[in-house]
Nanobody, 128 residues
């Protein structure tokens, strides 16, 4: 099972930027779907972005398109989420998740059940 540890969260003002990192260990499969989710108090956990490590295909929620960028550094086994133009509504606990797979089909990338491994989360707070 993949172990995931997020970092990089913090408090910023609206319009600011943050880069989240997710350090992964225990890889045993050739490729994975790696995702970022977020959960605000009282709300459902929602998919933010995902990447298929096999070919780099990326997926984004409509609410973050153009502002967030998901990327991977295979040499460091690290997943990133670069966030710019942050808004107060982006405030949430951010989690990374992993699913071992050789399939590039990402139709369910934003569903929690799609992933088998989760990190503990890192808090992002955006003030207005």
């Amino acid at each position: 099972q993949v172990q995931l540890v997020e970092s990089g969260g913090g408090s910023v003002q609206a319009g600011g930027s943050l880069r989240l990192s997710c350090a992964a260990s225990g890889y045993t499969y050739k490729s994975y779907f790696m995702g970022w989710f977020r959960q605000a108090p009282g709300k459902e956990r929602e998919g933010v972005a995902a990447i298929f490590t096999g070919d780099g295909t990326t997926y984004y929620a409509e609410s973050v398109k153009g502002r967030f960028t998901i990327s991977q550094d295979n040499a460091k086994n690290t997943l990133y989420l670069q966030m710019i133009s942050l808004k107060p509504e982006d405030s949430a606990m951010y989690y990374c998740a992993a699913r071992p797979t050789t399939s590039a089909y990402g139709g369910s990338w934003d569903r929690q059940w799609f992933y088998g491994s989760w990190g503990q989360g890192t808090q992002v707070t955006v003030s207005s």
